[in-house]
DNA sequence: CAAGTTTCTGGGACCGCTCCCAGGCGCACA
DNA sequence: TGTGCGCCTGGGAGCGGTCCCAGAAACTTG
């Protein structure tokens, strides 16, 4: 059996290779009688066009990378990452792109990305997600001509980014702890390099510092968004002896949670705890966890929309899309004389 | 700039075309001294041959495809998937291919499927996980000649499938559970057209039988692997006063402890629980979880190889993996006495 | 009704690579 | 030294589309 090819679709219809083209691929200029004819035979046989000649011809694969950097062997089981995930294949579904998802580790993996999807022409443009804001990476692609768009903080202006209002957000968390009566709160912050986490952090302590109480440096201690490191930061923490700890994520607030369990503290009653993020563990944590709300999966289908268009117009200046974030209370962070009440 | 193709470095090397083909695609035939040439100038010019002008030439993309059913928003946030995802993804970087994935809903985006991914001739071959045992999907595409592999159980004999040992891994939480002496065990499990769901539910119910315990039908509920239907799950079968329960997975496992905490039940001291698969969350949980351990990220990476070979001779027979499934016991299932030994 | 437009349609030239085949060259053998 | 054979190498023909351009057809307009 013939392969099933634009030519011989064209042939079925009676008409040829560019009538069939422009018809399929939507353009108009074609007499409506002669459009359905094509449409006809494309129906009936099935016809899809196959892509690396499109690719080939057209200078456009219709792929879409989405690169994560892996810090640790886990990173990829973090929720937030697979919220991001969900939202990008989702928006890459509905605008009729294909995903490919790219999981490299630092060392090992790192030029694969460069070689392996861009030289190659394999995508038509990349979101890229987990790097840090001055990241050599986001230079070197952003020279290599590649459409880019990041989510997260970035300092390069030229690229487009699309990020959750970290600063409001931090800032409900430190108003709700202190709207608490909390006194000395603490907070388990992500690296620093980290865009995300400085950002949060200045709000936090800029926030507490406008209410009269300002962060305490002995009270801060610094964690890599595991739950692990964050466990072990809280455990340095607690010997300092905190009311409230504001943990920059929600998988760092799990990991600060079973710390004071095996502190035998109790939450919220001995220390209030708020996350960020609220992904479905915060709810699921005992306590409930209070956190900041961010919308990741929008984040994703943002970043996808962001990128469509810098592929389409790369020349136009970098959009920076701001999701918004918002507190969400409970069980963790409930002030301390409405505490029996159940959830 | 005129761009670098393989023509251009031909010429800069002074050989033909075919030739320096030949050198870039490792294939011999070439005078050392000549291939060295060439080698020299992709090294120089940092030559990376075009991805779909290859795919076109040649029939083969080098892309392999991940395609995960959405079975509910949320069930990519499964850290199953997570581990899945991450291991496939490994496998395709170490293996110069590159990973599509493709989430879809059953509803929505059934035919992008095939139409997306497959007709287009995009993948060379696809993973394919959370599908039933005799999902319609499946012979649909093994018909359209697409290279398979599933991950889980099919009835379909002309798939390759990787999955672990259900059989043994229910097996042993079933003995370990008789060890601890507990007398009414119930069990939570997947639904019952997923294959996984369905093996591991007959060998529980048979080393229950094989030690003189029958599972009892009332301590038997079903859910959808969500922690969520677990939970719910698990608050109907507290009623019936199991006094251990197995659940299929980790994630509900979580469910179940909810349940379990929000009646006012102590784990293992009223109520045993042992959960499949021994992913993060099963550590993090409080108490930890005994469960079955099986090599998910493992899974991923054998897929990838099954899959390579089935596209290198679609007509060989199908292989099958079984990954190894081992006991790990945590808290929550300690013997009643040894109760008070902490973390 | 001729000439000038505008609208459609068809053909050719690629896109950059792989693969097949033919020819050149060197060597062994007779 | 002539012939045969094997090893390398180069050229040509696609792979299946897109895009540009020219020419045909249909429609204006004076």
New binding site residues.
């Given amino acids: 059996m013939a392969?099933?090819?634009?030519?011989r679709v064209a042939e079925l219809a009676?008409?040829?290779?560019?009538?069939a083209?422009?018809v399929?691929?939507g353009q108009?200029?074609?007499?409506p009688e002669?459009r359905k004819r094509v449409l006809d035979v494309v129906e009936l046989t099935g016809?899809v066009?196959?892509a690396a000649?499109?690719t080939?011809?057209?200078?456009r694969s219709r792929i879409l990378g989405l690169a994560i950097r892996q810090t640790t062997a886990q990173v990829f089981s973090d929720p937030y990452f697979a919220a991001l995930v969900q939202g990008v294949s989702r928006a890459c579904n509905d605008r009729d792109q294909t995903l490919s998802l790219f999981l490299f580790e630092s060392t090992h993996d790192h030029d694969l990305l460069p070689s392996r999807l861009l030289r190659t022409k394999l995508v038509d443009g990349l979101v890229i997600t987990a790097t840090y804001a001055d990241d050599p990476l986001l230079w070197q692609l952003t020279e290599a001509g590649v459409p880019l768009v990041v989510v997260g903080e970035v300092s390069n202006p030229d690229i487009p980014t699309v990020d959750a209002d970290n600063h409001g957000g931090a800032a409900l968390a430190a108003e709700h702890l202190l709207s608490l009566g909390r006194q000395r709160i603490g907070t388990v912050t992500g690296p620093m390099r980290s865009g995300a986490a400085a950002t949060r952090f200045r709000a936090f302590e800029r926030a507490l510092a406008a209410a009269g109480q300002p962060l305490q440096p002995d009270l801060v201690v610094e964690a890599d968004f595991t739950d692990d490191a964050a466990h072990d930061a809280a455990k340095r923490l607690l010997a300092r002896g905190p009311d409230a700890i504001f943990a920059f994520s929600d998988r760092m607030a799990l990991g600060v949670l079973r710390a004071l369990g095996e502190a035998g503290l109790s939450v919220p009653d001995d220390v209030a705890l708020v996350g960020f993020d609220d992904l479905p563990p915060a709810r699921l944590a005992r306590p409930p966890l209070t956190t900041i709300r961010q919308e990741v999966e929008q984040a994703g289908t943002e970043a996808v929309a962001l990128l469509l268009e810098r592929i389409q117009d790369p020349s136009a200046p970098a959009r920076r899309v701001e999701l918004p974030t918002s507190l969400v209370v409970r069980e963790s962070s409930v002030p301390r004389r409405a505490q029996e009440v159940s959830a």
């Fill in positions: 392969r099933l090819t634009l030519e009676g008409v040829s290779r560019s009538t083209s422009r399929i691929n108009d200029g074609v007499r002669i016809f066009p196959h000649a499109r080939l011809a057209g200078q």
